[in-house]
């Protein structure tokens, strides 16, 4: 059973990336994936959540998108507009269900995200 986050790199203010978080060892589409990320000298925070609904934190909130695609047993986040606050290591990891980091069990290793000009 394996999670790898992967997609980072450096970006821009304003720029885009995907990250991917793929699955190997089980089948995505019947986990709750969040992804999480981490700022130097910062808790980890959670920015965004997937089971039957969509969640997003304040601080993304109309600028990142979680998807899935089954058929790669994948799930996606897509970040526009990106800002230096974003900058950071970014996790994904299965759950019981959307809500608190405690509820989280399985991290995949992060990519990291570096936002500037």
């Known amino acids: 059973v394996q999670l790898q986050a992967s997609g980072g790199g450096l970006v821009q203010p304003g720029g885009s990336l995907r990250l991917s978080c793929i699955a190997s060892g089980f089948t995505l589409e019947h986990y709750v994936i969040g992804w999480f990320r981490q700022a130097p000298g910062l808790e980890r925070e959670g920015v965004s959540c997937?089971?039957?609904?969509?969640y997003y934190s304040d601080s993304v909130k109309g600028r990142f998108t979680i998807s899935r695609d089954n058929a790669k047993n994948t799930v996606y986040l897509q970040m526009n507009s990106l800002k230096p606050e974003d900058t950071a290591v970014y996790y994904c990891?299965?759950?019981?269900?959307?809500?608190?980091?405690?509820?989280?069990?399985?991290w995949g290793q992060g990519t990291l995200v570096t936002v500037s000009s």
């Open positions: 990891a299965t759950g019981e269900a959307c809500g608190p980091e405690n509820l989280f069990d399985y």
């Open positions: 997937i089971s039957s609904n969509t």
